[in-house]
């Protein structure tokens, strides 16, 4: 992975470089950035960068020979582990290495790639990821023996957040106290779900979103589009190349999220008062219901900026909105009154619980049909 690859983030990048030049590499480093902004494409950058002796800020020199096993991510040193759940092939105990040959395919065509993206490889379902304390093991396993090549050991931990607490209290020792030349490079998208022991031990390093340039002089480069039609999924990219790819190429959700939103908030407009049209509600939480998991909770984050969107509408901050829901006879302008100052914050609150329960393995059709009928209240509330 070349820097010059990786969108923007020039600061980071510097920052890198330059310590790693002068030799003061940190053994454990967090880095904390939104989807799409790069912080997986950077760790292996870097990690590149430091096993292969690389100089000038560019991951090019002497060393071809390790510089080449970095195209196919299979540099021996370079370790990783990452969310995983069982399948067919992996009944139980699911680690990351069960899944190397997926993974180093994901990277490869999606360095900026999110979380449900990799989950969609893996074919999730119902279940949800997390690091488990057999890939502690792992981890200590692998960073007990030597280098092959003689040099550093790094390795990659995708999505920090996910480790369970077994698996977490497993690696605090070794984050504290390493193996000589031995890099930890956590990643993740919520800081503030990763226990704070592990927090404290680490280097942070916050990346930003990609500004509306960066992801549009991208686009016009790499895809050979024009500046215009770039411009405008730069700007509903919000910050998030991944997105802007999918936008790009039309497959910004595997599931119709806005078609399911609006059925379901007009609906919810319909029941209030009507004890009848209770029973659409029933019906699109049996079907919502029936999803899995990780499905459910993005698509109730999608609510969320939905509704948020309607508000900035509301209070007529046309620029900052994005969204453009393609359900026939919808007009976001339309809904955008119904959401003020007096229920914005209670919708929000109902839709941050449901997630909560329903990634909590909550009963999600109980938890959807709840949220739907103080729907009902709310959105008439003036």
Same mark, same amino acid.
């Given at each position: 992975?070349?820097?010059?690859?990786?969108?923007?983030?020039?600061?980071?990048?510097?920052?890198?470089?330059?310590?790693?030049?002068?030799?003061?590499?940190?053994?454990?480093?967090?880095?904390?950035?939104?989807?799409?902004?790069?912080?997986?494409?950077?760790?292996?950058?870097?990690?590149?960068?430091?096993?292969?002796?690389?100089?000038?800020?560019?991951?090019?020199?002497?060393?071809?020979?390790?510089?080449?096993?970095?195209?196919?991510?299979?540099?021996?040193?370079?370790?990783?582990?990452?969310?995983?759940?069982?399948?067919?092939?992996?009944?139980?105990?699911?680690?990351?290495?069960?899944?190397?040959?997926?993974?180093?395919?994901?990277?490869?065509?999606?360095?900026?790639?999110?979380?449900?993206?990799?989950?969609?490889?893996?074919?999730?379902?119902?279940?949800?990821?997390?690091?488990?304390?057999?890939?502690?093991?792992?981890?200590?396993?692998?960073?007990?023996?030597?280098?092959?090549?003689?040099?550093?050991?790094?390795?990659?931990?995708?999505?920090?957040?996910?480790?369970?607490?077994?698996?977490?209290?497993?690696?605090?020792?070794?984050?504290?106290?390493?193996?000589?030349?031995?890099?930890?490079?956590?990643?993740?998208?919520?800081?503030?779900?990763?226990?704070?022991?592990?927090?404290?031990?680490?280097?942070?390093?916050? *990346?930003?979103? @990609? /500004?509306? $340039?960066?992801?549009?002089?991208?686009?016009?480069?790499?895809?050979? &589009?024009? #500046?215009?039609?770039?411009?405008?999924?730069?700007?509903?990219?919000?910050?998030?190349?991944?997105?802007?790819?999918?936008?790009?190429?039309?497959?910004?959700?595997?599931?119709?999220?806005?078609?399911?939103?609006?059925?379901?908030?007009?609906?919810?407009?319909?029941?209030?008062?009507?004890?009848?049209?209770?029973?659409?509600?029933?019906?699109?939480?049996?079907?919502?219901?029936?999803?899995?998991?990780?499905?459910?909770?993005?698509?109730?984050?999608?609510?969320?900026?939905?509704?948020?969107?309607?508000?900035?509408?509301?209070?007529?901050?046309?620029?900052?909105?994005?969204?453009?829901?393609?359900?026939?006879?919808?007009?976001?302008?339309?809904?955008?009154?119904?959401?003020?100052?007096?229920?914005?914050?209670?919708? *929000?609150?109902? @839709? /941050?619980? $449901?997630?909560?329960?329903?990634?909590?393995?909550?009963?999600?059709? &109980?938890? #959807?049909?709840?949220?739907?009928?103080?729907?009902?209240?709310?959105?008439?509330?003036?």
């Amino acid at each position: 992975m070349q820097f010059s690859e990786i969108i923007g983030q020039d600061y980071i990048k510097s920052h890198l470089t330059k310590s790693a030049d002068l030799g003061r590499i940190p053994h454990a480093q967090l880095f904390v950035g939104p989807e799409g902004s790069g912080t997986l494409a950077m760790a292996i950058a870097y990690a590149q960068y430091i096993l292969c002796n690389n100089k000038n800020g560019e991951n090019t020199g002497v060393n071809e020979s390790c510089n080449l096993k970095f195209q196919k991510i299979s540099h021996p040193d370079l370790h990783f582990v990452y969310p995983t759940v069982s399948t067919d092939e992996v009944k139980t105990k699911p680690k990351s290495i069960d899944f190397i040959a997926d993974w180093r395919q994901f990277i490869s065509q999606s360095p900026y790639g999110g979380l449900f993206d990799w989950y969609s490889v893996l074919g999730v379902q119902n279940k949800q990821g997390e690091i488990r304390v057999d890939d502690a093991q792992e981890i200590l396993k692998s960073l007990a023996l030597k280098s092959y090549e003689g040099g550093y050991k790094i390795m990659i931990v995708w999505m920090a957040d996910k480790l369970n607490t077994a698996a977490s209290n497993k690696l605090l020792k070794l984050l504290e106290e390493p193996p000589e030349k031995t890099v930890f490079i956590l990643i993740s998208e919520h800081e503030e779900d990763i226990i704070q022991t592990i927090r404290s031990r680490c280097q942070i390093l916050h *990346f930003n979103g @990609l /500004s509306e $340039a960066n992801i549009a002089a991208t686009l016009v480069s790499r895809e050979q &589009i024009d #500046l215009k039609l770039a411009t405008k999924i730069a700007h509903q990219a919000q910050g998030n190349y991944n997105k802007a790819m999918h936008l790009l190429h039309n497959d910004t959700e595997e599931h119709p999220f806005d078609q399911w939103f609006v059925t379901w908030v007009r609906a919810a407009f319909k029941a209030k008062g009507n004890a009848a049209a209770i029973q659409d509600l029933i019906q699109w939480s049996e079907q919502i219901a029936t999803l899995g998991r990780e499905t459910q909770k993005k698509f109730l984050q999608f609510c969320i900026e939905m509704f948020r969107q309607a508000l900035l509408l509301n209070y007529e901050t046309n620029d900052l909105v994005y969204l453009e829901p393609k359900v026939e006879k919808f007009k976001l302008e339309n809904f955008a009154p119904f959401v003020n100052g007096n229920n914005i914050n209670d919708i *929000f609150m109902e @839709l /941050s619980d $449901a997630m909560y329960h329903i990634e909590r393995n909550g009963n999600a059709k &109980i938890i #959807l049909t709840d949220l739907s009928i103080k729907l009902t209240r709310l959105i008439h509330k003036k």
